[in-house]
Each structure stands twice: as structure tokens, then as C-alpha cells.
């Protein structure tokens, strides 16, 4: 589907701005006509792909919870599609057609939902196929909205978290460029007839000379990675792997836990609704998008359809937390794995968020004493250099 801007009126003859998802403008344009919108322009958005629609974490907590929520009370599913549709944003609207379309069309709803992408969208599916693997599909989704929202709650604490150290490190950056472009150039011809400069002036007007002319290679360098990235999906799934397999090592590692922390969070939702563990276990993987982890955990598909306990298959994947593992061997001691699932889930994810503030707390100080020693630093060179200058032509 596409994104398409539109103006129309309403039927009080008010004047409406909106953007709205369809195959092609006539495809919308059916959609406000049933609306009772008058459509008066439409035109596609710039600067767009061709790719299905994606959902956040928070979308598709929306959506699976209002879906739970219909379905409880009585709705078929096609007709709690299309309240949805009728309520919701415009891509959330967008996806529930197109998964009402497919669902008319034959597919069932763990298929239908394939109508948008990301991981939030696979774990949608999962949690479907976990629904019609155990008839509870009103629970599942219920359940599952709640992963996700708590999923989605962590992440926008994170990004919270690394605004201002980020805006930082920018600033410090922004620094060293001015004293590199503006600074030291007007103060260079001071010192060009001049031998007895010192020497940490020299190396100071070499740094500067230096920072020029990485800056317009390392510009290059960041223009031309954002523009794989934006456009090759394989690009970006081999940088998201390089990145995860370093950011995932250590026995402390911060994305390990928010990793494994989803998981279990998942794979507790299946076996609260009653999927047997090996289906839940695979339902619970597929949302994975780091290839190497993903792999890792498959390895381990069919030990558990051999009865393999889930804390010996935990404990043969590599970067599983210890303390994750730990929990699960006490729940089947106990007979109460979801739970003790649910349980490990909330500590290993709080863990992580601790572990994340704890290192931001650290690297802001480090960075502003850092950026404020190396400008002052800098700022005594440059003034010896002219001292020595003075001395010089006195």
C-alpha cells in the first residue's frame, strides 16, 4: 500500500486534511467516499516505498488489545475489523482492511495479519497461530497486547534516557568542528614565519589541519551508510548483526537481557493460553530479528519436540542470562513455568533498563569533562604558541 495526501469535506461541508493508505488514489478515494467524505484532491506523499505498512510496538498493542476487546464481547472478526478501521489512525485503519480483505478471501487470521511488516507485526502473527493452536484466540491477543505494551514502554524509557547524553556527545562534536574551522585557521598565519613556536602548538594546528579534512570524508562515509540503509534491507540487517553480536557479549550485556527479556514475555503469553511448549517455544522465536540469534534458537526446536526441558534448551543457547535460566529450572521444579517465565521476564528487562541508565549516568559526565578539558587544552596551546610569538618579535 501507499500513503496518499488528501483534502475533502465532510458532511457538515468542513474542510478536512488528512493522510490515508490504499493501493492506488481510487482505492482511497472509495474509502472517504463510504466514509460519507467528499474527497477533493488526492496526491501520493513524497518520498515513499514501496514496502507494506509497519507497526510499532504501541500500534500493535493498540490493535491487538481493541481486537481482543471486540472479539470478547461478541463480535465476529470481520466486524470487529471494521470498527477498528472506522476508529483507529490511518494505517492502523489501512491494516485492518486489508486483513479484512484477506481474511474474506479464505486466509486465516495468523496469515491475514502478514498484510503489514516488522517485528511487532510477526509477533501478531504468532500470537494468532498460538490463538487457533489453542482455541483461545480472545485471550492470546489480550495477553499479548500487554507484552507488547510493556515492550513498547521500555523502549520509549530508553530513548528517553539517551536524549541528553546523545545532544552531548552532538554538542561536543559541534565544538571541536568550530575551533577546527573557525579558531585555529584565522590564528595559523601567526605563527607560519615563526620557528620557535612550541611544539604543542604545532600539534595543535596539525589537529586542526587533521579534523578538516576527516570531516568532510567522515560526512561521506555517514551520507553514503544512511543511504544503505534506507535502501537495502540486507544492509541493514547485516549492520543491526554486526552491532548486536558485539553489544551482546559479556555476561551483563544490557541487549541480551532486553532480548531474552521479550521472549520469555512471549513464550509465557503461549503457555498461559495453553500452546504446548514446543509450538509455544517457536512461536515465541519467530518475532527475532537478529539472524545469528534467531538461528540459535531454532537449533533448539527439535530438542524440545524430543522432551528436552526448556531450562536445558535455555542453557545450550549462547548469551542466555543466567539469572533467565535460573528461573525457568525453579518454575519447573515448581510446575509453574508461565509464571516463573512472567517473573524472569520482569526482573532480566528491569535489569536492563538499571544497567542502560546506570552507563548513561556515566558517559554524560565523562563526555562533558572530556570536551571541556580537550577545548581548555587546546585553548593554553594555542596561547603559549602566541606568548611565544610575543617573546619572539620583542
Do not use: C
Amino acid at each position: 500500500m501507499k500513503a496518499f495526501h488528501y483534502t475533502a469535506l465532510d458532511p457538515g461541508g468542513r474542510r478536512l486534511r488528512g493522510t490515508g493508505y490504499a493501493a492506488h488514489a481510487q482505492g482511497l478515494r472509495d474509502q472517504l467516499l463510504d466514509a460519507r467524505i467528499n474527497p477533493l484532491t488526492i496526491r501520493p506523499a513524497l518520498f515513499q516505498g514501496t514496502r507494506r505498512l509497519s507497526l510499532t510496538e504501541t500500534e500493535a498493542a493498540r490493535f491487538a488489545r481493541d481486537l481482543a476487546q471486540l472479539l470478547s464481547s461478541g463480535l465476529a472478526i470481520t466486524q470487529a475489523l471494521t470498527l477498528i478501521a472506522s476508529r483507529e489512525t490511518a494505517r492502523l485503519a489501512a491494516i485492518a482492511r486489508e486483513v479484512r480483505a484477506r481474511l474474506g478471501a479464505g486466509e486465516p487470521l495468523s496469515v491475514a495479519l502478514g498484510a503489514a511488516e516488522g517485528q511487532p507485526a510477526r509477533f501478531l502473527q504468532a500470537l494468532a497461530r498460538g490463538g487457533e493452536a489453542s482455541g483461545r484466540q480472545t485471550e492470546v491477543l489480550a495477553a499479548g497486547a500487554t507484552s507488547l505494551a510493556a515492550t513498547s514502554a521500555l523502549k520509549r524509557r530508553m530513548i528517553t534516557l539517551s536524549v541528553y547524553p546523545a545532544f552531548v556527545i552532538l554538542v561536543a562534536f559541534g565544538s571541536i568542528a568550530i575551533y577546527a574551522y573557525a579558531v585555529l585557521p584565522s590564528l595559523e598565519p601567526a605563527f607560519e614565519n615563526f620557528q620557535e613556536v612550541p611544539a604543542q602548538t604545532r600539534a595543535v594546528l596539525v589537529f586542526g589541519a587533521v579534523v578538516r579534512a576527516a570531516v568532510p570524508v567522515v560526512a561521506l562515509l555517514a551520507l553514503a551508510t544512511g543511504a544503505g540503509l534506507a535502501a537495502s534491507s540486507e544492509f541493514r540487517r547485516l549492520i543491526r548483526d554486526g552491532m548486536a553480536a558485539v553489544l551482546m557479549r559479556g555476561k551483563r550485556s544490557a541487549l541480551a537481557d532486553f532480548v531474552f527479556a521479550d521472549l520469555a514475555s512471549r513464550l509465557a503469553v503461549m503457555l498461559q493460553a495453553g500452546v504446548p511448549l514446543a509450538a509455544a517455544w517457536r512461536l515465541a522465536r519467530e518475532p527475532v530479528s537478529l539472524t545469528s540469534l534467531s538461528r540459535r534458537l531454532e537449533a533448539q526446536d527439535h530438542r524440545l519436540m524430543e522432551g528436552v526441558r526448556l531450562s536445558e534448551a535455555l542453557a545450550a543457547t549462547p548469551n542466555v542470562p543466567a539469572d533467565l535460566i535460573h528461573y525457568v529450572s525453579l518454575g519447573e521444579q515448581s510446575g509453574q513455568v508461565a509464571k516463573s517465565l512472567t517473573d524472569a521476564a520482569a526482573a532480566i528487562g528491569g535489569r536492563a533498563q538499571e544497567t542502560i541508565e546506570r552507563l548513561l549516568s556515566i558517559v554524560t559526565p565523562v563526555v562533558i569533562i572530556a570536551v571541556g578539558g580537550m577545548v581548555g587544552l587546546i585553548t593554553m596551546m594555542v596561547f603559549q604558541g602566541l606568548l611565544a610569538v610575543g617573546d619572539a618579535v620583542g
